[in-house]
């Protein structure tokens, strides 16, 4: 009996070690992430969004010209703000790469990855470990959250978003024979691997622009199914007509710039 006791006892202490030590390991990998958060009039869904968030290395949220105390309200939960007066969703991840740029030139240490997120509390920010795992752990370079194979509560995604995006990488797969099957915008990429890709699109076209480009140049992509839940505020895009118009048309028109070979 003696004997049982001792070895179970052995057996918890191996087990309390081997696990704090898997916490500990993780926890130093998420110190090498970089968060980018575009923001614009979020400030009602910021501190939820802020608050899901595991710890990571730094979160960035980039106030894109907002009027309703976005930028003070980041900075409240412990974001660090950056300023970028242009409007548009791309131009706002632009300037969170750009002031990222700016702290290694100062001497600061890159990150290993950069995970994007939506200010407006559709994605689930505490699934970020299992996104940006396996880019920190090398298997894979880009990991893309895809909505339309995760659980979407009713009305997330109302259908045009769901049959544009079934679209747009229905055509991606004809182009470059890649199967995506979403352009989620919750998604985790090697830092350098990022920078390699050069990013430019200024507004609707970013995520397509990042999926064409990572597979012409042979990244190694993963797409992992993520939950998406109904934003927090007024729909600015896909819940919008001109939003949804504006957005489709310069997502089919990136994919067939790069598609025939203009870019
Ligand atoms: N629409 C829009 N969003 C921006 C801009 N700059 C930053 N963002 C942020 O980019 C993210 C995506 O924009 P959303 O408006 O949520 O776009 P969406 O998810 O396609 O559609 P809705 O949630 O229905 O509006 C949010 O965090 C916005 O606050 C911009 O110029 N326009
Ligand atoms: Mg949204």
């Known amino acids: 009996m003696k004997l049982v006791l001792e070895l179970l006892s052995l057996h918890l202490k191996t087990s309390v070690t081997s696990n704090s030590c898997?916490?500990?390991?993780?926890?130093?990998?998420l110190g090498e992430v970089t968060v980018v958060i575009p923001a614009l009039n979020e400030a009602r869904s910021l501190p939820q969004v802020l608050g899901d968030l595991?710890?990571?290395?730094?979160?960035?949220?980039?106030?894109?010209?907002?009027?309703?105390g976005t930028a003070e309200v980041a900075g409240i939960h412990g974001a660090t703000v950056i300023s970028e007066p242009r409007r548009g969703y791309g131009a706002a991840c632009l300037a969170g790469l750009a002031a990222i740029a700016d702290q290694v030139v100062q001497g600061g240490s890159p990150p290993q990855a950069v995970v994007f997120i939506d200010a407006d509390y559709s994605d689930h920010g505490e699934m970020l470990p299992e996104l940006v795992r396996p880019v920190l752990q090398g298997e894979f370079d880009m990991v893309l959250g895809s909505r339309i194979t995760g659980e979407r509560e009713p009305g997330a995604m109302p259908p045009q978003s769901i049959y544009g995006n079934?679209?747009?990488?229905?055509?991606?797969?004809?182009?470059?024979?890649?199967?995506?099957t979403d352009l989620g915008p919750f998604r985790a990429i090697d830092y350098q691997a990022?920078?390699?890709?050069?990013m430019a699109d200024r507004n609707y076209g970013w995520t397509v622009e990042m999926q064409?480009?990572?597979?012409?140049?042979g990244l190694k992509v993963r797409e992992i199914p993520v939950p998406y839940r109904r934003r927090i505020g007024a729909s600015k895009i896909s819940g919008t007509l001109t939003g949804t118009v504006k957005a489709g048309s310069k997502i089919l028109l990136t994919i067939a710039r790069y598609g025939l070979g203009r870019l």
Not at 166 to 180: E, K
Not at 212 to 217: D, E, G, M
């Open 22 to 29: 898997v916490s500990a390991v993780s926890d130093v990998a």
């Open 194 to 198: 990022l920078c390699a890709l050069e």
């Open 166 to 180: 079934r679209l747009a990488c229905f055509l991606m797969r004809l182009f470059w024979g890649v199967r995506y």
């Open 54 to 68: 595991p710890a990571v290395g730094q979160v960035l949220v980039v106030d894109n010209g907002s009027t309703d």
């Open 212 to 217: 064409i480009k990572a597979v012409r140049r």
